[in-house]
Antibody, heavy 121, light 109 residues
């Protein structure tokens, strides 16, 4: 069965950095695009970033562009999110999610359990 | 515009039918997908594409689309359907890859 397990969350000071990981299993990781989606406490879902199956293209939300970097290692079945220059408003649960690769849209069919990032002094 | 708009809250009587809507320009070009999220849990995909349900999703959930509006319909709502529902779609503006709606809190009375 498909499993996505995030790790790397924690408490970090404003201006600090953190790297999240998402270990994937149960599917051919190298064949699917992957997303990071976050949810601030008591708020809705916010899409953060997407990377194509082979890492050839990456997309970011305006709120994180220039500060966050999405990457993947298909040999390790792992997705990453490098977060720099963190701000209080980046505090959220961060989910990784698998894309279905359907040309009619972008559908996130499996999600991890999430990892909490808290930016606070 | 790269926004998707949802009503913040909707209620339905137990066993009745409810429609949750999502509006945005991107929906003229791409199908929406719908996610159910219960407190403390990760979102779950319930509808995607024209009207597709992932394995394990009850057939009381269905989707439709017209113009710039996508709809999620629950026919015969159950107590366990009380949750937050989010729509999303590809972003046709080219500014982003994906955009989410703000979410709708469904209360089953």
């Amino acid at each position: 069965q498909v499993q996505l397990v995030e790790s790397g969350g924690g408490v970090v000071q404003p201006g600090g950095s953190l790297r999240l990981s998402c270990a994937a299993s149960g599917f051919t990781f190298s064949s699917y695009g992957m997303h990071w989606v976050r949810q601030a406490p008591g708020k809705g879902l916010e899409w953060v970033a997407f990377i194509r199956y082979d890492g050839s293209n990456k997309y970011y939300a305006d709120s994180v562009k220039g500060r966050f970097t999405i990457s993947r290692d298909n040999s390790k079945n792992t997705l990453y999110l490098q977060m720099n220059s963190l701000r209080a408003e980046d505090t959220a649960v961060y989910y990784c999610a698998k894309d279905t690769a359907d040309p009619s849209g972008s559908y996130l069919d499996y999600w991890g359990q999430g990892t909490l990032v808290t930016v606070s002094s | 515009s790269s926004e998707l708009t949802q009503d913040p809250a909707v209620s339905v009587a137990l066993g009745q039918t409810v429609r949750i809507t999502c509006q945005g320009d991107s929906l003229r070009s791409y199908y929406a997908s719908w996610y159910q999220q219960k407190p403390g849990q990760a979102p779950v995909l319930v509808i995607y594409g024209k009207n597709n349900r992932p394995s394990g999703i009850p057939d009381r959930f269905s989707g439709s689309s017209s113009g710039n509006t996508a709809s999620l319909t629950i026919t015969g709502a159950q107590a366990e359907d009380e949750a937050d529902y989010y729509c999303n779609s590809r972003d046709s503006s080219g500014n982003h890859y994906v955009v989410f709606g703000g979410g709708t809190k469904l209360t089953v009375l």
